[in-house]
């Protein structure tokens, strides 16, 4: 499977964004899907994931209640919404897949990645 981020840009504090994840290449019902994030100078951290039906999702602590994960299983396509926004989320954001995986976040859980999409928060 090949995965394509977008839906970055540059927002003010408190503002909201969507990134989406584009699938090609195989069945994206078979995938679980993750998302993570990475700030210049830090290592790649898990942000949300949802199994490949949608029922189940979890996220890090830092982004429950302002995050939410989605999928549309119709258009190959996951998504991350994100609220309240804070300079802290700025980071360039990737979706990662896994056949045959459940929503987990460990990045050793995903064998795809997706080249990444720039969050940009401003205070």
């Known amino acids: 499977v090949q995965l394509q981020a977008s839906g970055g840009g540059s927002v003010q504090a408190g503002g909201s964004l969507r990134v989406s994840c584009e699938a090609s290449?195989?069945?994206?019902?078979?995938?679980?899907v993750g998302w993570f994030r990475q700030a210049p100078g830090k290592e790649r951290e898990f942000v949300a994931a949802?199994?490949?039906?949608?029922?189940?999702?979890i996220y890090k602590d830092l982004v429950k209640g302002r995050f939410t994960i989605s999928r549309d299983n119709a258009k190959n396509t996951a998504y991350l919404q994100m609220n309240s926004l804070t300079p802290e989320d700025t980071a360039v954001y990737y979706c990662?897949?896994?056949?045959?995986?459940?929503?987990?976040?460990?990045?050793?859980?995903?064998?795809?990645w997706g080249q990444g999409t720039q969050v940009t928060v401003s205070s």
């Open positions: 990662a897949a896994e056949k045959w995986g459940a929503a987990v976040a460990d990045r050793s859980g995903y064998r795809y």
């Open positions: 290449g195989d069945t994206f019902s078979w995938y679980a």
């Open positions: 949802i199994s490949r039906g949608g029922g189940a999702t």
